[in-house]
């Protein structure tokens, strides 16, 4: 605890926690190479400018530097100092660097980028259940797809069956490599409102109906169709949301 005057009396501050601190600290600086305010190769401040730009000490600044590095925005040059590193170098898929590189795309092209992949991934692995399917696997999917059916009219239980339907098609194909990424995709992606977009008047019916489509195909074994409707939902449902470039939200 710290003490602070008032009115001439001393009174107890709490002392902010060293992690919540670090974090902010953290999250700014990743801001600042995501926005390219520090481009590729460019160094960070000294140390001691950092502890006194951000008012905390050498043991927050050190630890956030090391999470940096961690998520491959920087590298620490022996008698150098902490260099930006090249996009290519960073881990895309960090929760925090994911966050700062969709706020701040105003092309939307991550989201694109997003939903093409996801699309190729899913597509995949959406034929190879087709392929090759246990009958505990159908019945899960289409258990899922049942709820989507019945929360037409309840949107966040619709979205989250949708969620739990794509959920059960990555596990179904046993894929694990292919399932990891692209469920960390699909959950991130949704936590941007940027990715909720635009709300076409039709989008519940017509997801609903893809939906069916990659499900009947999953379940007459057409291992092609199904990759292919798969892709077609992913890709169109994206088509539908996506909000102008530049644009944040669009009113309802």
């Known amino acids: ?3 602070s005057r008032r009115n001439g009396t001393e009174e107890t501050v709490p002392r902010v926690p060293i992690d919540r601190i670090g974090s902010r600290v953290l999250q700014d600086l990743v801001e600042l190479i995501v926005t390219g305010e520090m481009a590729e190769g460019d160094f960070l401040p000294p ?8 008012g905390v000490s050498r043991t927050v600044i050190r630890e956030s530097v090391k999470r940096m590095q961690e998520k491959g925005l920087v590298v620490v040059a022996q ?3 902490t260099q930006v590193r090249s996009y290519h170098e960073w881990n895309v898929l960090d929760p925090l660097v994911f966050d700062a590189l969709v706020r701040h795309d105003e092309s939307l092209g991550v989201l694109d980028e997003v939903s093409v992949v996801r699309a190729s991934l899913e597509g995949v692995m959406a034929s190879e259940v087709a392929h090759a399917h246990r009958a505990d696997d159908i019945e899960q999917i289409e258990s899922h797809l049942e709820q989507m059916r019945t929360m037409t009219s309840d949107n966040a239980a619709f979205l989250e069956a949708d969620l739990q339907f794509h959920l059960a098609v990555m596990a179904a194909s046993r894929n694990q490599i292919a399932g990891t990424i692209a469920r960390s995709l699909f959950v991130r992606a949704r ?6 977009g635009n709300g076409p008047v ?5 997801t609903l109906e893809e939906h069916e489509r990659v499900f009947a195909c999953i379940e007459a074994g057409d291992h092609e169709a199904a990759r292919v409707a798969m892709e077609e939902h992913i890709l169109g449902s994206w088509r539908r949301r996506r909000l102008p470039d530049g644009a944040h939200h669009l009113s309802p």
């Open 79 to 81: 008698g150098r100092g």
């Open 202 to 206: 039709d989008a519940v019916r017509l």
């Open 1 to 3: 605890m710290s003490p």
């Open 191 to 196: 936590q941007s409102s940027r990715w909720d």
């Open 47 to 54: 140390e001691q400018a950092l502890c006194d730009e951000f």
